[in-house]
């Protein structure tokens, strides 16, 4: 009976090894951006650089993240995605094994830049291979692979202060935190090259897409001249809009709206991000009645959440406005994965890499702006007038949302 079950195990271990390695591989990535910020004060005092040049080095990293959506997307649609993948991850690694020993402050800026490529070409390509090596479970896929990679950003925070505490002097301990995440990239990437080959082999659409030479940029530009499919993109950037703008200001809004402490506003918007194990369940959901249904159900609930959040702010109550802020990050959370479902059904196989790399880039682009946004409004007319624009925002989006299930019924 136990040996039985014990290979029962290893099979079904075997069957989802791709996703257990890009899994992985997504959380690295996670892990090795949001680890900068918090060794900031690191940096400063073993470069002795300036907070506004440290923060330029790690915009440094974002932009280049960004720009490289589409272009890893159009290359995997050229010479496969187990290529892009694995040559991404080699680069993140050797981004954080350049910081093991001691160098100049330039060295610490490139391996930022090495990281942001590294990392930035996966998530693109990612998607695209798992909805082909799991086209009956593209939505749990995806749901796992961004729920494992959420707990990267939560992880690495972690990780850096306990690095530190556990160093005698100041610099020593994070350098061996990039030692280890440097030789984790490496054999993820070498597991991957290995594993995940076999278990596409048999797919026609990754040779086919591996060997079109004559896709073009009008190919993508001319799926924008569909309604649905350009409906839908705005959905995503009017969603990213609001999210990003919601995440970067959420405790600062709590504490300054609603009048909780610091610590009860730290804690509330950490139950935003544990809220991200829905997106195993909204995947498996999006597997069973489809995307568009579980899209305009997750908005919906984001939606009706922020509103109540923004209505409820002047009570201060801390338990009612912690149910709004869990509601939302359900919602938000739950609608990502099924996102990248959708879009991998909408778009033509063969250019499926590269359109979804126009969309994360022009969703990211939205993203970017939000802060900057909010950040003006919340100086010049408040932080509850920010936040109903994001409500809005994020209303607009479920109102396209509901427009396209009605359309598909």
Not at 98 to 117: E, I, K, N, Q, T
Request: aromatic fraction near 10%.
């Amino acid at each position: 009976m136990f040996p039985s079950s014990a290979t029962s195990t290893v099979r079904r271990l075997r069957r989802f090894d791709a996703l257990i390695v890009t899994a992985l591989i997504w959380f690295l990535a996670k892990f090795l951006r949001y680890a900068f910020p918090p060794l900031f004060e690191t940096f400063q005092g073993s470069y002795d650089a300036s907070y506004a040049v440290l923060g330029a080095a790690y915009t440094g990293l974002m932009l280049v993240y960004a720009a490289v959506q589409f272009p890893s997307g159009l290359l995997a649609d050229r010479v496969g995605s187990v290529t892009v993948i694995t040559a991404g991850a080699l680069l993140a690694a050797a981004g954080a094994l350049a910081l093991v020993v001691d160098s100049p402050f330039v060295v610490l800026v490139g391996a930022m830049l090495l990281v942001g490529v590294g990392t930035g070409v996966h998530k693109t390509v990612a998607v695209r291979l798992l909805s082909r090596t799991y086209p009956d479970r593209t939505g749990r896929a995806l749901g796992v692979m961004d729920t494992v990679g959420a707990f990267g950003g939560v992880a690495a925070p972690a990780a850096v202060a306990v690095f530190l505490g556990s160093a005698g002097l100041v610099g020593a301990g994070w350098r061996t935190l990039f030692l280890l995440a440097g030789v984790a990239g490496v054999v993820l990437a070498a597991a991957f090259a290995v594993r995940v080959p076999g278990r596409i082999a048999a797919s026609t659409v990754e040779r086919a897409g591996a060997g079109d030479a004559e896709t073009g940029v009008r190919q993508y530009v001319a799926l924008f001249r569909e309604w649905r499919f350009a409906a839908f993109v705005l959905a995503t950037v009017l969603f990213s809009f609001t999210y990003n703008g919601f995440v970067a200001f959420l405790p600062v809004y709590l504490t300054s709206e609603a009048g909780l402490g610091t610590a009860t506003a730290s804690l509330l918007y950490s139950a935003l991000f544990v809220a991200s194990l829905v997106q195993i369940l909204s995947g498996e959901a999006s597997d069973r009645v489809g995307e568009l249904p579980v899209i305009g159900a997750t908005l919906g609930l984001a939606t009706v959440a922020l509103v109540a959040l923004v209505l409820l702010t002047p009570t201060g109550d801390p338990l009612l406005l912690g149910v709004a802020v869990v509601a939302t990050g359900l919602g938000s959370h739950g609608y990502r994965p099924v996102r990248g479902a959708y879009l991998m059904a909408a778009v033509p196989e063969s250019i499926a890499g590269g359109s979804l790399g126009v969309v994360r880039t022009l969703l990211m682009g939205a993203g970017a702006v939000s802060p900057a946004v909010v950040g003006v409004l919340s100086e010049t007319v408040g932080f509850r007038p920010a936040f109903w624009l994001l409500t809005a925002s994020i209303a607009c989006a479920t109102a396209l949302a509901g427009v396209l299930w009605a359309d598909d019924r």
